[in-house]
């Protein structure tokens, strides 16, 4: 099973998975520069110290929601589908799974009884924060990678 996957149709990146099965000593990002969300792992042995540190006042431009879902329990079918609104292909996201959103749209469906955080960035604005549109027919979706 990859660790890893960037999820990708066309050149465009749609999101990161980075399933529980990760482990890697030290520092490790995952998002690239340009996102609007930094999604890292970190593993340090014990006695390692982080500076005491604070974050300064930076302005950042943020054009889009993005999203990061960290799945603690249960089965979670991610849908993607492109700005127009069309069905690309979905994921399965099991627990301890997390996922970046960068772009296009998605959906979901809970396939076990589900238990997730969500991280993005707010305030969440309402209604205007999002377009809804209708889903795929489930006869149409096809599920690609590993099923947790």
């Known amino acids: 099973m990859e660790h ?8 465009q990146l749609y ?4 399933r529980a099965s990760f482990r890697e000593p030290g520092i490790h990002f995952f998002s690239s520069p340009e996102l609007s969300q930094q999604l890292a792992y970190m593993s340090h042995p014990k006695g390692k110290s982080i500076e005491p540190h604070r974050h300064n006042k930076v302005t950042r431009e943020v054009h889009y929601t993005q999203e990061v879902l960290l799945i603690q329990k249960g089965k979670l079918q991610v849908d993607f589908y492109t700005v127009e609104e069309n069905y690309l292909e979905s994921r399965v996201l099991g627990a301890g799974d997390i996922i970046l959103l960068c772009s296009g749209a998605h959906g979901f469906h809970v396939l076990e ?26 006869s149409e979706i096809r599920i690609k990678g590993p099923n947790p």
């Open 15 to 18: 999101a990161i998975i980075v």
């Open 113 to 138: 009884p589900v238990e997730m955080f969500e991280i993005k960035q707010g305030p969440y604005s309402g209604e205007n924060d999002k377009t809804r549109f209708a889903e795929v027919a489930q």
């Open 4 to 11: 890893v996957e960037h999820v990708r149709f066309g050149d």
